[in-house]
């Protein structure tokens, strides 16, 4: 598949695991989780989607058991990267918060990420790609 072009369930599901891991990690106070997946993010960004873990996951075991075609559809690859930035970001920023012992600003930043990635899970609103769209134009 080309770099440039992506399944569309693949940033859902990517969103998906990303808000589950977040709120395990609020909820049961696991910093290290969210440490866990800053460093996921931050690797699936700069490997993209051919050498991101929670996508070749997707596409090697989730994918061949609910769509063995393939993808039906496609979308630009870079917007969900560039939402996948901006979570990694925010992620790093709250692991280092939280251990700093800033256990509000942290867990705040971290209940951001686990928010809007529920979001684009869930209904299909993806901010961080809407941010893209505004600032390179699309």
Known sequence: MDSSAIDVNIP?????????ATATA???QLPGVV????????????????LAPLTRF???VVRPRIQPQGPVKLEPAAPPRFAQLLGTVFLGGAYGLLLLGWGGAGWALTLLVTAL????????VCVGCAIYEKVVGG
């Open 58 to 60: 997707y596409t090697g």
């Open 35 to 50: 440490g866990v997946t800053f460093a996921v993010l931050g690797f699936s960004w700069l490997g993209g989607p051919r």
């Open 117 to 124: 990635a529920t979001l684009a899970a869930v209904a299909r």
């Open 12 to 20: 859902r599901f990517n969103q998906a695991v990303v808000a589950l």
């Open 26 to 28: 609020f909820v049961f």
